[in-house]
Nanobody, 121 residues
């Protein structure tokens, strides 16, 4: 059994900062990429940032220079530091992790339940 849980969303004013955290737990044998996605009402889900187990990060153009993804392989966690937030960053943010659980040979994508981020004055 594997679980992915996010935390850290909330309401922030434009220009402010938030830090999202995500932790994977359970019988985990290995994790490849971890990342954050978001979905605004009426919009398609979009990739925000991903990071490999080796620490290589990839960002959506809309967040480059403002968001930073980081990862702790020992703790199976991934964080997203969001600075200079804009109203258009308002969305539900979801953590994704490609996990191989103990006894399995393959990796599967697991999703958290989501955390809401609202950027508004």
């Amino acid at each position: 059994q594997v679980e992915v849980v996010e935390s850290g969303g909330g309401l922030v004013q434009p220009g402010g900062s938030l830090r999202l955290s995500c932790a994977a737990s359970g019988s985990i044998a290995g994790i490849l990429s971890m990342g954050w996605y978001r979905q605004s009402p009426g919009a398609q889900p979009e990739l925000v940032a991903t990071i490999t187990s080796g620490g290589s990060a990839n960002y959506a153009d809309s967040v480059k220079g403002r968001f930073t993804i980081s990862r702790d392989n020992a703790k199976n966690t991934v964080d997203l530091q969001m600075n200079s937030l804009k109203p258009e960053d308002t969305a539900d943010y979801y953590c994704n992790a490609n996990i191989r659980y103990s006894g399995s040979r393959s990796y599967l994508g697991y999703w958290g339940q989501g955390t809401q981020v609202t950027v508004s004055s």
